[in-house]
């Protein structure tokens, strides 16, 4: 599968282009032959595009904000881990898998943790010394606890054979957040937005400013809000989640019942952009129900004139240059 195939179908296919040095030549197949990625600028990878559907081609929820040379990873729905060994094998060293560090999960939807546990434990095999922190809701804590606990075996096993990795690294350190700013680093700056997700009592989107200045907001699983809107206000990359108002119809009326008060239609996410005026406007976690991607952009672009792309597992988004300088302060 091709790295940076970012399908541009907006009106700013500049923004969207292959990421500088890391993409393989046209044809090429070997990772082995993709030059390491040295750039420090921040990047948005998608790991994953997925839904619960068990799409092949759409691993479950994840997306990585690259700054600084570091990955911070947004929710890790399943094939996470290999996902982003695919990006690092093409280049974007900073999601090899010692490297996962970190992450930020925006609710408990299983379709979004359930690569949780690979994330604890794959990197860690594989010689990640440090424990994954994980911020999230509410109740993330209990479910770091009892994966721990339900791989309490894995682990003992491991560290009292003959495989050399000894370290804690398979440890978690879990934060309860709430909205507001729940993380800063010298790379980045990160602000949780509570958002309205059917029953949740908690489920957040999260807003990156890079120490380059480049803001990118991922939605996670939301209605409509205006909070995204506020939180975008001009952002460079906005991610939402979306589904499609023409497959919504052909919905039984239970599931649209609960997709209206889950999730976003086209339509209302042209509404959502207008005001929140993204430079590139990213769908994922699309339920299409029978459309193409070229139809949901055509259903966003009937309410919303700005640039727009259909996202694919591992298309990368490199973000303005001319906003590429550190801040002078
Ligand atoms: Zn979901
Ligand atoms: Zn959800």
New binding site residues.
Partial sequence: MPLASGRPLGACAGLVALLAGAAPAAGASNPATVPPDTSRATRVVMLGTG??NPDPDRSG?AVAVIAGGRAYLVDCGPGVVRRAAAAAAHGIRALEADRLSIVFVTHL?S??TVGLPDLMLTPWVLERRVPLEVYGPPGIKDMTDHLLAAYAEDIRIRQAGLEPEKSDGYKVNAHEIEEGVVYSDSNVTVTAIAVPHANWEHAFGYRFEARDRVVVVISG?TRPTEAIARACNGCDVLVHEVYSIKGFKNRPSVWQRYHADAHTSTEQLAGIATWARPRLLVLY?QLFWGVSDEDLVREVHRGYSGAVVSAHDLDVYPLPAEKAHPKKK
Avoid: K
């Fill in positions: 839904t619960p929820p939807h379709d979004h699983d976690h």
